[in-house]
């Protein structure tokens, strides 16, 4: 019996000192092929340690210590390029000069004169229509007037003339003390003392001229020598121009 349990005892014995031995081996630190300093758990995963970032070396997308400030990151402007806020104001900024108003006709001062260039004979031929700005303000006028000869001068009894525009309609900005001008050319009176038109009616003579610019209000002309001599009460217009016409 004694060397039963002698036998038994140095069993035991072994087999504690073996367990404490591979207990020894799985722990960390001991450079087993299978331990935590390869960055590898035994099941594969992978462990907190190898997770981790390498100290130094921030993960994408870090603010730690290492890793460049948010402001750094940024694109720099490049030299003389402007703002969003600065090409805004500048494209949205008043085109010099402005926008100005339609003439009014208390505005405007009209006067006429016979053209120089003129078709033959004996009437008024043409006539050139001056458009003063006599008020502070720059304004504009735009388009082909219509005309009316004013019967014994007297606007009350207009003869509508015939109209037949000619050039086109542009805006013509008038400064303070600025001119504009149009040019009247009527069918003209032939021969001498009455005349006689060549449509076979008879020549008309008026006074005065009625002479209305769109959205510039009517105004009534009288020549600096002589009167309106025409024929057919037709009447060719150019648009308002800021070249004096001849």
Do not use: I
């Amino acid at each position: 019996m004694r060397y039963v349990n002698g036998m038994r005892g140095s069993a035991v014995a072994v087999v504690v000192a073996s367990a404490a031995l591979a207990v020894a081996g799985c722990q960390p630190g001991k450079g087993g092929a299978d331990t935590a300093d390869g960055g590898v758990t035994p099941s594969g995963a992978v462990s907190s340690a190898a997770s981790s970032s390498t100290p130094g070396t921030p993960k994408p997308g870090s603010s730690g210590s290492g890793s460049s400030t948010p402001s750094a990151s940024r694109p720099a402007s490049a030299p003389g390029s402007s703002s969003p806020t600065t090409s805004a104001s500048r494209s949205s900024a008043p085109a010099p000069g402005g926008s100005a108003a339609t003439c009014s006709a208390g505005s405007l001062k009209a006067t006429a004169r016979q053209a120089a260039v003129r078709p033959a004979g004996t009437g008024t031929g043409a006539a050139v229509v001056e458009f003063t700005n006599v008020s502070g303000r720059t304004c504009v006028l735009k388009g082909h007037p219509t005309v009316a000869g004013a019967g014994n001068g007297s606007p009350e009894m207009n003869v509508p003339l015939t109209v037949k525009p000619t050039g086109a309609a542009v805006p013509v900005k008038v400064a303070p003390g600025g001119k504009a001008w149009v040019k009247l050319t009527f069918v003209q009176v032939q021969g001498e003392a009455d005349g006689y038109c060549v449509s076979g009616s008879a020549p008309v003579v008026y006074p005065t001229m009625v002479v209305r610019l769109p959205g510039a209000g009517a105004h009534q002309v009288a020549l600096d020598d002589g009167q309106f001599a025409e024929c057919d009460d037709t009447v060719t217009v150019t648009a308002v121009s800021a070249l004096r016409p001849s």
